[in-house]
């Protein structure tokens, strides 16, 4: 099907069928058949794999039938070659009813020189859905067009995920065309690519929401992507350890529209990596997806709103309710000037939709296992995503609420969305269209119909299978099915995507663009922490409970005045109340939402605003908790500060600041440990770890100064800084002479007050910068890029 070598005289005609309108160049030849691989894919089993060719010839086209089995039809007459142009109509397979393509002229204009009518940027748009015949037509603007949800837009997309003022279509001298995006929330795409402005060609994707635009001769052409959509694994492999270990091994299926495929296979056998690759999360190292005929790896950008993706672990703030919880993260989908009615009419939508109106004003954590999974799809449902992943939706329920979760899925397939399920459960494998059996190795040991995958494999029992894959070494799973009809049938013969071509190496994949609504995400972050944090009884008390003990303890130890007896002492408690009020807050606030991070920020979620979240809220309560801290403890004491003075400030003022200040850097301690841990289970031997660190290198028990190596150790305690500004506030080595208060650090100067404070201000900025470095490496690879 290349290009002619020497240009026909034969005029460029359009060909319309039932699946869309093709323009023919005079440069080529056109394949008609029920391959996808065919320039004019009929679908139609009367239609021959290959069935006719359509040739221009000095001056004028001809039909030729390619021996079809049930014939070629022009003028209600079997032909084997015919000229045809304008206005001949063609039947295929039968000459009364069978599939019609009607040939129209057309005029001779400088865009009718492109020969593709569909997108470029898509593989074989006659054999998706999307991409089949567009959902609209309108003629080329011959002005701006602006683009938007908004109703005073000239082209009014009704889609949450587009601004009210999203995009412009520049009309410019010379008949060529501009997209200008106007700072929309979600991005305006160019074959997949972010943009900011950017010419665009005929055959070019211009991506709006779940919208795509092409230029097509002098139209405009609209095709929206309502969920029915197919997914082409082809040849994805996955290695480890520079290639030495293999978790995914040439994996290639289809998967229909509509469809509910099940992955099973036993532990080691590459589902989570299959999964991670098919989201994109961690592309394979070779290999492609195709997202309804789109390279799904190079288009990540754009498509990776329309996929959903359920981990097994919850995605949502358990403290809330169902309807507050989805509310927040509708706030952080959808653009910003979208009207809260209209986010909150799409939250009441899924969840009528998953059957939890009755459950909406409940707190999630009072809901059963399968309630909190439908929560989390409802989750992902805001956006209306074409493609579903779930991991282990089941695990941990009982078979009565295993059932109900997969029939769900089942209707949601059934509704228009391609739904995949990775699970361990075989109770409801009945409900699903395909199954994919893994192999140890990354292998495909089968994929089919559900109900044949015990039969192949020889057993009658799923257990008995699964001990097989770990047992008999011996047997060649993938081998098995490669040779087997079912391979032929399943794989082979129902993958309508041609290959893609992919160089040698890592599948290039295109990160996403940077988020523009970072203040109205810091914003929704700030009130939803604050109200994650409010509903938290257990944090509630502590929090209020711990600086009233803490200061307390220091009332008791520094009585009326701070003397030799007391001042070292009660100071030394400020220290450890600090530490501990700021450490505690912090210490599991980020592994316990790793999950609903790594989520939130696959799909769009600033880094810098998640982080710039906690620092606000903790940070506030962290503070407010070391004024009550000082205040309950020193209020009303005698500082026997010299002359009653501090060193820049009344003395209690200095203690308190130093105090706020010592508490806010712990805590920003404590993010950096959140970060850095993998199980929440270790955050609490690490703090009281933190805290007796902070007790040793503070100076109150130990002299530091001038010991090589502890002193410069020191240097990264808060503590340490914290008590030195305290002690020179009241000057220390005044009321309690000694060595041990002989430390630089507690002279009652300006410049070394100022050192202290400075220094706890530089630590809590490093502890800052290497929290959002640890955040980086929990987030999916694709957002390192």
Sequence with gaps: MGERPVASTAPELVIETDAGSTVMSPSRDYHVGRDPR?????????????????????????LEDEHSTNGTYADGKRIHEWGVGPGSVIRFGNPADGPRAVLVGRAPTASAKQAPVRPSAVSMPAATHTFRQPTSVRPLPVRTV??????????????????????????????????????????????????????????DIVGIGHSAFCLVGDQLQEFVDTGEVSLGVQDLTVTVDRGRKTLLDHVSFPVGEKCLLAVIGPSGAGKSTLLNALTGLRPADQGTVLYDGRDLYHDYAELRQRIGLVPQDDILHSQLTVQRALGYAAELRFPHDAAKTERQARVTEVVHELGLGQRAGQPIHSLSGGQRKRVSVALELLTKPSLLFLDEPTSGLDPGMDRSVMHMLRGLADDGRTVIVVTHSVLSLDVCDRLLVLAPGGKIAYYGPPDDALAFFGFEHWPEAFEAFENDDSREWAGEYRESPFHQQYIANSTAQPPLPHPA?????TPPPRTRSWGAQLGTLVRRYAAVLSAD??????????????????????????TAETALNALFILCVGGVLIGAANAVRELVKERVIYQRERAVGLSR?????????????VTVLQAVVLTLVGLAGVDLNAPGGEGVLMPPLLEITLAVALLSFTAMMLGLFVSSLVRKEEVTMPLLVLLTIVQVIFSGALLQLNG????????????????????????ELTRIVPGDLTADPLFRHSQSVWLLNMGKLAVLSVVFGYAVARLLRRHEPAIMRK
């Excluded at 065919?38 to 359509?54: G, K, N, Q």
């Excluded at 106007?182 to 055959?203: C, K, W």
């Design 608 to 620: 810098s605003a998640y982080l710039m979240s906690k620092v606000v809220v903790l940070g506030t």
């Design 146 to 203: 602006r683009i938007g949800r908004g109703a005073d837009n000239d082209l009014v997309i009704d889609d949450l995920t587009v601004s009210r003022l999203h995009a412009e279509l520049r009309a410019q001298s010379g008949g060529t065309y501009e997209i200008v995006d106007l700072g929309s929330h979600n991005g305006t795409f160019l074959n997949g690519q972010p943009i900011e402005r950017a010419q665009v060609s005929p055959g």
């Design 38 to 62: 065919s320039d004019i894919v009929i679908d139609d089993a009367r239609v021959s794999w290959h069935h006719a060719v359509l040739r221009p010839n000095d001056g004028h086209w001809t």
């Design 505 to 509: 190496g890592t599948a290039a994949v």
């Design 537 to 562: 009884r257990t944090f509630m008390i502590t929090m209020i409970a711990l600086p009233f003990v803490m200061g307390a303890m220091t009332r008791a130890l520094a009585g009326s005045r701070l």
């Design 707 to 730: 010991v090589p190596g502890i002193e410069q150790l020191a240097w990264l305690v808060p503590s340490r800084w914290a008590l030195g500004a305290m002690a020179g506030t009241i």
